[in-house]
Nanobody
Framework: QVQLVESGGGLVQAGGSLSLSCAAS????????LAWYRQAPEKERTLVAS????????YEDSVKGRFTISGDNPKMKSVSLQMDSLKPEDTAVYFC?????????????WGQGTQVTVSS
């Protein structure tokens, strides 16, 4: 098992910044990707940014140039999301996700989520 604990988030005005952190514990050696997802009310959960054990990053188009994902790869015990130039449409619950594979076994874990609210 892998446990994910998120911190950060809160309320900020448009144009402001917030930082999210996610700490992983347990069988972290199985993790090859840590990622942030978000889910706005009545919308699907979607990928915001991801980080692989070898340092590859990927961003959703709307956050490119504004958000930065970083972590302690290759240990994969923590990941952060620096969010700058926030917009009201960034308002959502943000979730940390850990994924990994060992042989035929796929590991997939989620944090409990943290609210980010951007006021206009």
């Amino acid at each position: 098992q892998v446990q994910l604990v998120e911190s950060g988030g809160g309320l900020v005005q448009a144009g402001g910044s917030l930082s999210l952190s996610c700490a992983a514990s347990g069988r972290t050696f199985v993790i090859h990707t840590l990622a942030w997802y978000r889910q706005a009310p009545e919308k699907e959960r979607t990928l915001v940014a991801s980080l692989t054990w070898d340092g590859k990053t990927n961003y959703e188009d709307s956050v490119k140039g504004r958000f930065t994902i970083s972590g302690d790869n290759p240990k994969m015990k923590s990941v952060s999301l620096q969010m700058d130039s926030l917009k009201p449409e960034d308002t959502a619950v943000y979730f940390c996700r850990a994924r990994g594979e060992v042989g035929p076994t796929i590991y997939d874990y989620w944090g409990q989520g943290t609210q980010v609210t951007v006021s206009s």
